[in-house]
């Protein structure tokens, strides 16, 4: 009755994964873990009875007790590790991006449908937060009328040395495009990069504004800011015609000391979203079992990476870019 | 010592003033209000020992008994009365907008200058908001880096039946911008007038987002609710370098009920602005007696006037409106 | 039309009292401030012109030109000066406490009775103060059904070096005491002093907690906390049948930084209720004016001394003491 | 490797734990429940794949595939139970009380001392809950100096029908008891239960207030009102020297509609210390496992329910109780 999971790539994200499924969640058994650098596959394995580390992802798949994967490798990988599942006819939890392209993301889902069974999940967690659930209930249930207009910040304390202005897209706006699509229902039609000043020398573009555009009209003004220094903190407004909510956050104990009443913010998605990890491997195993699968699929994966693509083309020309709808 | 003020206007505005010249403020006596409906005039007179009725404003200026006036007449007559104001050599505080159109503005202000002396203040009341007053102090302080962005948002609970698209701009917008020029201490270069879904049937274009350029990089999107149904809202969070400061409201009570936890919204400006503009009259008066005037001038009332109409021609256009500077 | 105000002590509290006087109410006019120091009065009139500076309050009490007093003097002269405002037939706002004993209360009442005439105000500014103001009012509404409980503490950043476990009570207590009999429209009847571990070495007995029972069977706790160290904090929640509601307090902005969300305290009383003795004030000057008096009255400084005197003796023997009440 | 539970009890209680254990933790599998009822194990066994019903606890215990039990079963069975955990030397979870008497949980503690082996979990969970853990830790760290006061309350939106005023305290009030020993490191010493106005025609003593004495000085005054309407919630401030701290809880959305601003309050403990339920269970099944036991243990279960059967005596008695310590 268990699974035997099989987690990909042993990095932060991966080895946090790993952890999850082998502690967090009911019903599964993590049993092996790659990672081309085998001593992090190794300390990972070593941490949890029962799990054999590989240095090969393929073989990974293709191994008999790994009966659903997890890829948590470099984004370039995803494709080619998500076809081999596919190939083996084994679910798969793909970390976002599902591919760095559009085509890719094509590929994949084309591949898929080819194969006329759902297997692919993609890792847009926010999906299983229950501040994001309550506050599309809301929407659903139309209490405060329609949506009019989203606004979005999304901040990181810190960005790493290597990080680039499009990064701030690839990274980060993924999770907002995403989310604002499975929020309204609607899909996103044009973006656009706003100029803005910049934190320190500017050498890194920080922050940055999004305007995006939605089908029914929707407008969304996204704040990427990679480098906000005071914590991690990813705010969402929802206006409505009769009234707004904002996405609400694990509240920690409120301190009054030294003239102030302060609450403290995570210093990374961690303690933000852990919970929404945890959510998302159980709702990702309750599909691997046979119900109806819950999270977002390759072609939102598609859906999200094609508006990546049109946030950086406006990121280079500084112009509005238009994304055009596959729909007939 | 008793300075005798005349208030012009007694509508909603004027007679609000007339209430918190005579009982919410030292050192100044309500000797006269005008109102062309003497109905209203005599409303609030019968009201204030001391306080005579006028139907004419000019008639009023000219009264000895008048030391200062203020002015919160009809938008098209601030012109003519601020002028009168300036001949007879008499302190004014004028109801924003200082005139409807930048040329009125530039009359003013050119008059003003004429005669060597500053006599007008510009109703600009957030300016003594504590909140607004803080957030400043804190960009000048300079301890959370340089201003980045700002994200605002002008919500009123519903709008007059006769409100035009154009009177988001003239009526709401206009403070943003000015508190946008005051707390950043840089001009305004362009106003963009942006497309979103809208309440209802769409009569009235609300929500409408601007976004705004500042001189020194600062970017702003301000969103104007008229029809927001919940409440009287004015939100701002500051993002700087180091942090960001969000704008405090007075916090009435904290209800407990029915499965809820609720804070109550004004259901206008008096419950929102109300101290400030106290304070406002307060520090008007004082500039009277002689002290540093504290609050906008006539160019800040030029100022806003401007970018208003940049933002009513970007409302026509769809595109985004320069704003040319004056200074060479 | 103006009234003219004479203030007697001009300390931190009386100087206060003044300035608000002179700048922050309408048709009031600070004529005369005493105090035995007379360069503390001097400083003051100094600031205010038409001010006089007085060293004795008795000659301020007697001179034509004050029409109404304002005692904020030491409190075992309490008794003296409103006595002779009784004489001289003027209206007194006297601060906490009445007189420091029941018996000097009683004088005092008795002496009002004798007159036939209401000239007493008690400075319990609370009642002026907008939070308090609609929390009384949502119980007289009785939308939350009867109330049943109060938690109160009253936390002042630090007490100055003089101060005694006694002054616990008599300072800061007494507030407590005046707004919950005020709140609830219920007697005081027994009062415990109990015993808990102290900050520091525990010369001053600080915290010190005290059980407060009600008339109608409310029941409050109530926590004093003099030194406090994190700021000013006034804090009361009301717990009735079917909700309850916690006391408000100005908002100032909210500061994201370094890994928090930060709201400021005051550092004493006048960032919390400077704006309920602007208040108290103006309520005041309507009722030398004639208007029905809404703050507290002689027989209310009455009952909160005779609490305060319960309240030594509990906090002497350790044990509940009852407060008999007058009523036949 | 994945340990077999088995739940005494499927009321409500015991089948949130079996669902917990089934779905929401690692390395755990549900092999058995029973009740008396065997519908009830019956509805749970049909919903978990490998878990089989049981009417009789005591075979449950026996049963090989069983390796640790957790109890839920009504108060007066869990000597029984636990004592034949002991038996059968398996680690046992036992909701609280550990026994409804003290006797009985003496009886279990020497059983467990005799064994040599420590093997029982009392059902504190507030232990594991982040807030609460957060708050402990605070106080560990020094850095507000030591604790003073602890304010508590512990409300419940409505109490069943045959809910009796002892309940308050051995259903409700043992948590209270038991958090405030785990906080401070100190035994509580005495109680007094206070009166008050009650709600309704007060049947049911409630609310409920008491006086909780420590060891080391502290006081805490602890609210208990099981019919508070407005929803489940448990508050708690910790007073320290040099600043105080506010039990945080999940942050759900903040809606503005209809004039406020609100968060929504769980209706019962489920949304309040889900969380807190499944840590616990991650805890107690890494003990069993052979790491260092994390949550409450027999002595602590004994204590907990000494301090009640004081506090019910205070309830008949109307007096404060001490409790006596057995330390030597």
């Not at 990672?35 to 009875?49: F, H, K, L, Q, Y």
């Not at 009328?145 to 290597?162: D, V």
């Not at 206006?239 to 030294?258: K, M």
């Amino acid at each position: 009755m268990t699974i035997g999971i099989g987690v990909i790539g042993a990095g932060v994200m991966g080895a946090d994964h790993a952890r999850t499924v082998a502690r967090h969640v009911g019903g599964a058994e993590l049993v092996a873990i790659s990672d081309p650098d085998e001593s992090r596959a190794r300390a990972i394995s070593g941490e949890i009875a029962g799990c054999r580390p590989f240095t090969d992802g393929l073989e990974l798949i293709a191994d008999p007790a790994v009966e659903a994967v997890l890829i948590a490798s470099p984004d370039h990988t995803h494709v080619g590790f998500v076809l081999a599942c596919l190939g083996a006819g084994k679910h798969v939890l793909c970390e976002k991006p599902l591919a760095p392209t559009s085509a890719g993301c094509r590929e994949v889902l084309e591949a898929e449908r080819a194969l006329g069974r759902r297997l692919i999940q993609v890792g847009f967690m926010r999906r299983f937060d229950p501040a994001y659930v309550e506050m599309r209930s809301v929407l659903k249930r139309g209490e405060l009328g329609k949506a009019l207009l989203l606004h979005c910040a999304h901040r990181n304390a810190t960005a790493p040395g290597f990080f680039t202005p499009e990064m701030s897209i690839t990274n980060a706006a993924v999770h907002e495009f995403d989310i604002l699509r499975w929020l309204t229902g609607s899909e996103i039609i044009a973006v656009t990069a706003l100029n803005s000043a910049r934190k320190g020398d500017g050498g890194l573009r920080d922050p940055l504004v999004l305007l995006v555009e939605m089908e029914d009209g929707v407008l969304a003004d996204v704040e990427l800011f990679m480098n906000a220094a005071y914590g991690y903190d990813i705010r969402t407004e929802l206006v409505c015609e009769n009234g707004t909510v904002d996405l609400g956050r694990p509240a920690p104990n409120l301190h009054r000391r030294a003239g102030t009443e302060a609450r403290s913010f995570p210093s990374d998605w961690r303690g933000r979203f852990g919970d929404a990890y945890r959510l998302q491997l159980q709702a990702w195993l309750a599909s691997v079992r046979g119900q109806e699968p819950a999270g977002a699929d390759a072609s939102d994966g598609l859906a999200a990476t094609r508006v990546a693509e049109a946030a950086l083309a406006s990121l280079e020309s500084g112009r509005r870019v238009e994304i055009a709808t596959d729909r007939p």
